[in-house]
């Protein structure tokens, strides 16, 4: 749903509210859905209405995430408020059968009602270099909160599913992945902390992909902050490849 659009000669511009953020920061956020400046020189005044609809509406928050040629419109950003929080790759592979996935030693399966607790737990306490994180306006305690909070509500979203994995009784790690056709699209991906550092890693995204094999699927997409080199590291180790690269942007009131 769009609840700002604006589409004129200089400025094409939509931007919807994120009704899970919202409730996270207790104020309204909202992330820009489509941005695009037409006129080959950058005008304050094609924002002006957009930015008046943010202060009537009382944001806390805004994201924009764009391509990285895309140059004009992050100028035009820039010089309303909104600052560079980080490039995010997009690790894909065309062919899951062109991966080696054997040797993992882990088990796969879908998280039950019991397990949700636990797993919502490794999810606010996992990640670190996320936006939210390195936004020095968030904190760290809400940016633990809305992932763990992501988890907990996984089961509303009918298209996203919670996956465990396990060695044994031991909880090493979860994916939460979307199917799409014949593509998984990875949501979010993490590692227990006490695991961090022994290899896990490695078995556990190894078991993920021989997981989806098994079902199917063929290809495989997500998105990781450019900053977070260890897991950047273990994609190539993987054999994934890049698709180009995107930047986000945070309006904070």
């Not at 895309?70 to 309303?80: D, G, I, P, T, V």
């Not at 006490?194 to 190894?206: P, T």
């Not at 989806?212 to 180790?237: C, D, M």
Request: aromatic letters at 12%; glycine letters at 6%; a negative charge.
């Amino acid at each position: 749903m769009i609840d700002y659009h604006l589409d004129s000669d200089t400025l094409l511009l939509s931007c919807r509210k994120v009704p899970w953020d919202t409730d996270v920061l207790q104020a309204p956020v909202g992330e820009i859905h489509s941005f695009l400046v037409r006129e080959s020189v950058i005008v304050q005044e094609m924002f002006k209405p957009f930015i008046d609809w943010v202060h009537a509406e009382g944001m806390a928050l805004i994201s924009c995430r764009l391509p990285h040629d895309k140059l004009r419109e992050s100028a035009l950003l820039e010089s309303n408020g909104f600052r560079f929080i980080e490039m995010v790759l997009h690790p894909v592979v065309q062919d899951i059968n062109q991966l080696d996935v054997s040797g993992h030693g882990l088990d796969i399966s879908v998280v039950n009602d019991e397990e949700l607790h636990a797993v919502a737990e490794i999810a606010g306490s996992a990640f670190s270099y996320e936006r939210f994180h390195v936004d020095p306006y968030l904190g760290q305690s809400i940016s633990d909160i809305r992932y763990r909070r992501w988890v907990e509500n996984s089961s509303s979203y009918s298209n996203q599913v919670l996956l465990k994995a396990t060695e044994g009784k031991k909880l090493v790690g979860f994916f939460l992945v979307e199917y799409k056709v014949d593509t998984v699209y990875w949501h979010l991906t993490a590692v227990a902390p006490e695991f961090h550092g022994l290899g896990y890693g490695y078995r556990v995204w190894k078991a993920m992909i021989d997981h989806h094999h098994q079902f199917g699927a063929r290809n495989i997409a997500t998105t990781i902050s450019a900053r977070n080199t260890p897991v950047l590291n273990l994609y190539s180790k993987l054999g994934f490849r890049f698709a180009p690269p995107e930047m986000t942007f945070h309006w904070n009131r």
